[in-house]
């Protein structure tokens, strides 16, 4: 079966500009999860979805982040305006279920702010 | 709320020794483990998990964890490490919240 697909790959932007990223989970994972890693750190949860409702979103800095998750499938994650400390590696992830199930994930996209 | 912590940010061993990640968690109910592998600019892949039953648990590539409740601990081994095994390894636990934790990963190196 095909993976957690993402992109892009690498994107490089100036602090203040927006970026988008895309991630298309494994077909039939009803939760999809969106995970910041900075160098040296494990994932950090920024935003669970279970279908196209938000379960966790908790540690997600609204004020410059969103996400969006339309028919419960593909997902979308923006940042804008972006600051230096944004500058990560964005794993998005799925799974069948939440309790119990593991998750699958893409091989993410790191993002350079200067 | 849950809590993993990983002993050893970074852990060497030579080629064919033995290989031990240690992972303990914190929770109030009975969870669910994880260990995953990162090799460099890779997602996660998961290699074996703990939900219920066998407190031993087989994954891939060899390696092998425990699951001890009386020492809250999910220690990661293999019995000879190979250089392929080089790369970073996180702990990861879920309770029946549904919530999800990673540690803050072990970076293991092998040396020939």
């Known amino acids: 079966e095909a993976g957690v697909a993402q992109s892009p790959r690498y994107k490089i932007i100036e602090k203040r500009q927006s970026v988008a990223f895309w991630c298309n989970p494994i077909?039939?994972?009803?939760?999809l999860y969106w995970y910041q890693q900075i160098l040296g750190q494990g994932p950090k949860l920024l935003i669970q979805f279970q279908n196209n409702g938000v379960v966790d979103d908790s540690q997600l800095p609204k004020d410059r982040f969103s996400a969006e998750r339309l028919k419960g499938v593909d997902s979308t994650l923006k940042i804008q305006p972006a600051k230096l400390e944004d500058s990560a590696v964005y794993l998005c992830a799925s799974s069948l279920e939440v309790i119990g199930y593991e998750q699958y994930f893409g091989p993410g996209t790191r993002l350079t702010v200067t | 709320a849950q809590s993993v912590t990983q002993l050893g940010s970074h852990v060497s061993v030579s080629e064919g020794a033995l290989v031990l990640l240690r992972c303990n968690y914190s929770s109030s109910v009975p969870p669910y483990l994880f260990w995953y592998v990162q090799y460099p600019n890779q997602g996660l892949q998961l290699l074996l998990k703990y939900t219920t039953g066998a407190t031993l648990v087989k994954g891939i590539n060899g390696f092998e964890a425990e699951f001890k409740k009386s020492e809250t601990s999910f220690h990661l081994t293999k019995p000879s490490a190979h250089m392929s095994d080089a790369a970073e390894y996180f702990c990861a636990v879920s309770d029946q919240a549904d919530q999800f934790y990673f540690g803050t990963g072990t970076s293991l190196t092998v040396i020939p």
């Open positions: 077909s039939g994972h009803a939760t």
